[in-house]
Nanobody, 122 residues
């Protein structure tokens, strides 16, 4: 499974941005796509995940109410809509694919894409 994240960029405090994660290859081996992020000098953080079969969604505490994850199975793409962005959201955002396990745990993800940088200026 190959994953390609895109949509990052430089935005201002309070702006919105939508990230995309395009999956290719043996996507039938995975049923969950998740987003993680890592800011410079900080630990990696779980952002959101979606089970593409059931539609179940899980969000990290710091993004609840601001971010929304969705999937388009026909396009093999998962989106992360990010609203009311703030400087604390500045990070490299990675998408990953999981076949089993708790979707909020990094170790459940077997496939990782290259990240996309989101920078929020104050």
């Amino acid at each position: 499974v190959q994953l390609q994240a895109s949509g990052g960029g430089l935005v201002q405090d309070g702006d919105s941005l939508r990230l995309s994660c395009l999956a290719s290859g043996r996507t039938a081996n995975t049923n969950t796509i998740g987003w993680f992020r890592q800011a410079p000098g900080k630990e990696e953080e779980f952002v959101a995940a979606i089970d593409l079969g059931s539609g179940y969604r899980l969000y990290g505490n710091s993004v609840k109410g601001r971010f929304a994850i969705s999937g388009d199975n026909a396009k093999n793409t998962v989106y992360l809509q990010m609203n009311n962005l703030g400087p604390m959201d500045t990070s490299i955002y990675y998408c990953a694919a999981s076949r089993a396990g708790h979707i909020g745990v990094r170790s459940s993800y077997s496939y990782w894409g290259r990240g996309t940088l989101v920078t929020v200026s104050s």
